[in-house]
């Protein structure tokens, strides 16, 4: 299970903004690196981001959506770690209207192909291969920013 970042585990302090799925996910893996050393900060005066229920008398509302994609097995694996019983699967196939068309969301590479064209789908590999070298290059980096602006400037 204790499959984290080892950078995680620094002294480092670190500031996370937003109590939203994303930051509260940010502190798990703080709390699974055993770094104490964080703050969560949000501007509500509620947890959750955009994946809240408001209730209103006896009306309940989201704010946003409540389901995520599946795809990613070790995301889908923590979050029933997380959740437990209280969560639902269900086929509800998320789509989009892109391109005159709807399609499966996210967006599977054949799509981009037939509704983009080939340049855009050129274009769209050139953004993925320079992002997963991006991600390749930042985890073989012996030092890690420290700061925001650190993190800028030595990009």
């Not at 694996?77 to 996210?106: K, Y």
Request: hydrophobic share 35%; glycine share 10%; with cysteine.
């Amino acid at each position: 299970m204790k499959q984290t970042d080892p950078t995680l585990s620094t002294d480092s302090n670190v500031t996370i903004f937003g109590a939203g799925p994303a930051g509260l996910a940010c502190g798990w893996a703080m709390e699974e690196a055993g770094n104490k050393n964080y703050s969560i900060f949000e501007k509500s005066s509620v947890h959750g981001g955009n994946a809240r229920t408001i209730k209103s008398g006896e009306f309940l509302y989201d704010t946003g959506p409540h389901r995520f994609h599946a795809r990613d097995v070790e995301a889908t694996r923590r979050i029933s770690e997380l959740m437990g019983t209280n969560l639902h699967s269900v086929e509800a196939p998320a789509r989009i209207w892109w391109q005159g068309r709807f399609v499966d969301f996210p967006l599977r590479p054949l799509q981009i192909l037939k509704n983009g064209g080939l340049p855009y789908t050129i274009r769209a590999a050139k953004d993925l291969a320079y992002h997963a070298s991006e991600v390749i290059r930042m985890s073989h980096r012996k030092t890690l920013p420290n700061t925001l602006n650190h993190g800028s400037v030595t990009r």
